[in-house]
């Protein structure tokens, strides 16, 4: 038997922030994307927001590859909110 939990966490302007990261970061997107274990075409699908849900195991490897932390962050009281 399995038991899923999924949630979501809406956060505005992920996208523009992870761009600039990237831009910071001045290393070229194909290396970036590679690093992160995706394509160009999907890294500029996160940024332009393309997409509708962003698994979060994802955004960590972008995470990583940038350096950075963009603060998306859940815990138990927020995640029995967003079931209700």
């Known amino acids: 038997m399995k038991v ?3 949630i979501q966490k ?3 302007g992920l ?3 992870i ?3 990237r831009k910071i970061d001045k290393r070229p997107l194909i290396e970036l994307a590679a690093l ?3 394509s160009t ?3 500029y699908a996160i ?3 393309e997409m509708k849900t962003l698994p979060l195991a994802t955004l960590r490897k972008v995470e990583a590859v940038l350096g950075v932390t963009f603060g998306v962050e859940f815990d138990e009281d927020e995640d029995e909110e967003e079931q209700e």
């Open 15 to 17: 996208g523009e922030k």
């Open 41 to 43: 075409p999907n890294w």
């Open 19 to 21: 761009r600039r990261a």
């Open 47 to 49: 940024e332009n927001e």
């Open 36 to 38: 992160a274990g995706m």
């Open 4 to 6: 899923e939990k999924r």
């Open 10 to 12: 809406e956060v505005p």
